[in-house]
């Protein structure tokens, strides 16, 4: 069972916003920097968002990430059929030493 | 180019042992944190361990006492040593590489296959 939570699928028309839920606690996302991360089939993951808000160069800007308190959020703006994939939270948590995963969010494109 | 490269997968017995080396280029392991990452079949990440600048490391409580990291300077890599294999262990494992402890994780492998069973 995973740390952090997320809503195992979230679907969109080609164009719409879809927007990707992640909830912790204070020893993780309360008290550090929350990272998303994309995973394509067969492949490993790749890092999307970073420091709740902040896009890797090379990264669309139709991917945008969030954070409040113990909960963040990854909203993908003008959905594109490439984009139906999954995606990952995290973040380092104090009381385990190591990063803390959600069980990941399966994007569909209607 | 900042790259990584894991080897060392492979089948094993429940019991069994294997070592995980990952290979860095285009930067310093030994001056970043070090994170092995696994994902079951089918399954989402699961963060195994990592290894500090500093030389600290952390476990997941699923894996303490059985497996160690550790990495080699003058090789550039990082290594997961693993015992007491058991089924559940069964994954692809990536190596990943965490550039201000805690932020992120911002370069990856591209994973080694290891599979526990009789």
């Known amino acids: 069972q995973s740390v952090l939570t997320q809503p195992p699928s979230a679907s969109g028309t080609p164009g719409q916003r879809v927007i990707i839920s992640c909830s912790g606690s204070s020893s993780n996302i309360g008290s550090n920097p929350v990272s998303w991360y994309q995973q394509l089939p067969g492949t490993a993951p790749e890092l999307l968002i970073y420091s709740n808000n902040q896009r890797p160069s090379g990264v669309p800007d139709r991917f945008s990430g969030s954070k409040s308190g113990t909960s963040a959020s990854l909203a993908i703006s003008g959905l594109q059929s490439e984009d139906e994939t999954n995606y990952y939270c995290a973040a380092w948590d104090d009381s385990l030493n190591g990063y803390v995963f959600g069980p990941g969010t399966r994007v569909t494109v209607l | 180019e900042v790259q990584l490269v894991e080897s060392g997968g492979g089948l094993v017995q429940p019991g069994g042992s294997l070592r995980l080396s990952c290979v860095a280029s285009g930067f310093t392991v030994s001056s970043n944190y070090m994170s092995w990452v696994r994902q079951a079949p089918g399954k989402g990440l699961e963060w195994v361990s990592v290894?500090?600048?500093?030389?600290?490391?952390y476990y997941a409580d699923s894996v303490k006492g059985r497996f160690t990291i550790s990495r080699d300077y003058f090789k550039n890599t990082l290594y997961l040593q693993m015992n007491s294999l058991r089924a559940e262990d069964t994954a692809v494992y990536y190596c990943?590489?965490?550039?201000?402890?805690?932020?992120?994780?911002?370069?990856w492998g591209q994973g080694t296959t290891v599979t526990v069973s009789s």
């Open positions: 290894i500090y600048a500093d030389g600290s490391t």
């Open positions: 990943a590489r965490d550039p201000y402890f805690g932020s992120r994780l911002d370069v």
